[in-house]
């Protein structure tokens, strides 16, 4: 089946402006992560859900960084008043489940640019 | 933090050679995970390998774990130029939750 998509692939916007990113995950699978990766630099962990729940907030940078899952599918990240240290990838991931050892399917990622 | 850190940060091979990669963690952990991922592509998992293992195949990849050590290797046997992409290191921590947590990566570059 389809794999998990992200939209826009890039996205450039002016300092101070919002934006959202959304990810549809592959169908079925009740695990969602979001997921930050900087030039050059592994990724960091900024949100988990699990249905619609986030019981994992943990890595959100900073409170203009916030998330929601609705239908136990897709998944939006939006990012109040950007910063020129957003630029980054942002990538999403799948599983079927939150229990360990489940692999977690990426998508492509949107390209952030903060200009 | 990044619990993963893998050696070394760049590994260039002629294709035919085996490239091996390490992995070093801090804290107890479930599981490992390696992935790869092509240049401005999104991450694709290639094996994961349990807490109680010691050794897992798939194709001509070869992990091993060393949970003493708190290490991990992954061996790419017969390289070929396709190969070439960066490789990572995901621990899912041992606690309820099953957050992975990712190194800065190993960027192999195989030679026809």
């Known amino acids: 089946g389809a794999g998990v998509s992200q939209s826009p692939s890039n996205k450039v916007t002016e300092k101070g402006k919002d934006v959202e990113l959304r990810c549809d995950p592959i169908?079925?699978?009740?695990?969602l992560y979001w997921y930050r990766q900087r030039l050059g630099q592994g990724l960091e962990f900024l949100i988990y859900?699990?249905?619609?729940?986030?019981?994992?907030k943990s890595g959100l940078p900073s409170d203009r960084f916030s998330a929601e899952r609705t239908g136990e599918s897709v998944s939006t990240l939006t990012i109040q008043r950007t910063q020129q240290e957003d630029s980054a990838v942002y990538l999403c991931?799948?599983?079927?489940?939150?229990?360990?050892?489940?692999?977690?399917?990426f998508g492509p990622g949107t390209r952030l640019l903060v200009l | 933090s990044q619990q993963g850190e893998e050696d070394p940060q760049a590994l260039s091979i002629q294709e035919g050679e085996n490239a091996t990669m390490n992995c070093s963690y801090k804290?107890?952990?479930?599981?490992l995970q390696w992935y790869r991922q092509n240049s401005g592509r999104g991450l694709v998992h290639l094996i994961l390998?349990?807490?109680?293992?010691r050794e897992k195949h798939s194709g001509r990849l070869r992990v091993t774990l060393d949970t003493s050590k708190k290490s991990s290797s992954l061996l790419i046997t017969a390289s070929r130029a396709a190969d070439t992409a960066s490789y990572f290191c995901?621990?899912?921590?041992?606690?309820?939750?099953?957050?992975?947590?990712f190194g800065k990566g190993i960027t192999l570059s195989v030679r026809p």
């Open positions: 991931a799948s599983s079927l489940g939150p229990g360990v050892q489940e692999t977690q399917y």
């Open positions: 169908s079925g699978h009740t695990a």
């Open positions: 859900f699990q249905g619609n729940s986030a019981p994992d």
């Open positions: 804290t107890s952990i479930n599981n």
């Open positions: 390998i349990r807490s109680n293992e």
């Open positions: 995901a621990t899912e921590g041992s606690g309820a939750n099953s957050k992975l947590t």
